[in-house]
């Protein structure tokens, strides 16, 4: 779904653990025959693999929260917040700060 939503700009995803957010970054870089950091990339605490030109971010709900009072999600045309079921502090931060926006 994410490179769906690319064709109509940058997305961020945010995937609520580390393991989760690197692997699904390094499969779908995998799966289109792309080098990890370019279109594709993650950022997580102590480490990322993206750059200002990379269309699909994956983070972890901290990193999301980090970026939103930074003004950084500004540059994303779509957020998707995976496995919201889990209903944790940070993601109903993120969805009530950008609703509000």
Not at 78 to 100: A, C, K, N, Q, W
Request: net charge negative; glycine share 4%; hydrophobic share 45%.
């Amino acid at each position: 779904m994410p490179l769906w939503a690319e064709e109509s700009g940058r997305v961020l995803v945010v995937e609520p653990r580390r393991v989760a957010c690197t692997a699904l970054a390094e499969y779908v870089a995998a799966s289109n025959g792309e080098t990890l950091g370019k279109r594709i990339g993650y950022a997580i605490r102590f480490d990322n693999r993206f750059n200002d030109n990379t269309q699909v971010v994956f983070v972890t709900p901290g990193v999301a929260l980090r970026w939103m009072i930074e003004d950084k999600l500004q540059s994303f045309t779509t957020i998707m917040i995976d496995d919201f079921h889990e209903r944790r502090l940070h993601p109903d931060l993120l969805t009530d700060r950008l609703s509000l926006t």
